[in-house]
């Protein structure tokens, strides 16, 4: 029961998090904006950042290898 409220408490606070950042948020606008960039140069960036992301969990799992667990 109490696991249950720890992770429903989490939840909430994420929902009223992400309902904030949009809730003056004009998403018409927001598309245009987004429509503007260059697919491939997002692409790009989107790919250099996963690849980023990668070597750092690989460096995690090198530092975390025989601890107990």
Known sequence: MRRALGVLVRVALVAG????????????????TLMGYDPGGVALVLGL???????????????TQGEAG
Request: hydrophobic content about 60%; aromatic content about 20%.
């Open 17 to 32: 998090c992400l309902a904030y950042v949009v809730w003056d948020l004009d998403f018409g606008q927001l598309g245009r």
């Open 49 to 63: 950042i996963f690849v980023c992301y990668l070597i750092q969990a690989q460096r995690l799992v090198f530092l």
